[in-house]
């Protein structure tokens, strides 16, 4: 397990994000699933609520005006061989290259038998 196949997952993860497409980044999610924004749990027991929070999130973006993510920053923390927390610095870019959203969000990954990771839940650090 290395920092690179870290930052390729989210590499990845930010172009499916930016097409806006809640299905694709829905795949990569494990339910029932938990968010943290603002300090409160979101609880999203099934598929069609992440799909929903996701869709939320993403038109969000998109009405700010959202063209692309970039990784600002990443910091990988492994908790065993197949687990980490991955906090990054997310950077999101208007069409021009303009910052619209500068924001850090930490991932508790995991790693499943064929080597792809999993989302099991998010973190977005508020304030």
Same mark, same amino acid.
């Given at each position: 397990m290395s920092d690179e196949a870290i930052e390729r997952f989210?590499?990845?993860?930010?172009? /499916?994000?930016?097409?806006?497409?809640a299905e694709a980044i829905a795949a990569v999610y494990?339910? &029932?699933f938990l968010a943290v924004r603002e300090g409160r &749990?979101? !609880?999203? *027991?099934? !598929?069609a609520a992440v799909l929903e929070h996701l869709t939320v999130l993403m038109d969000a973006y998109r009405?700010? *005006?959202?063209?692309r993510a970039t990784i600002a920053d990443l910091h990988v923390h492994r908790l065993d061989a197949t687990s980490v927390v991955a906090t990054v610095r997310w950077n999101a870019l208007s069409d021009n290259g303009a910052i619209? /959203?500068?924001f850090t969000t930490s991932y508790h990954l995991l790693r499943?038998? /064929? *080597?792809?990771? /999993?989302?099991?839940?998010?973190?977005? !650090?508020?304030g």
């Open positions: 989210f590499g990845e993860y930010a172009e /499916r994000y930016m097409t806006f497409d494990e339910v &029932p &749990p979101i !609880h999203l *027991g099934d !598929h009405e700010a *005006g959202a063209a619209l /959203r500068d499943q038998e /064929r *080597g792809d990771w /999993r989302v099991l839940s998010y973190t977005y !650090h508020h």
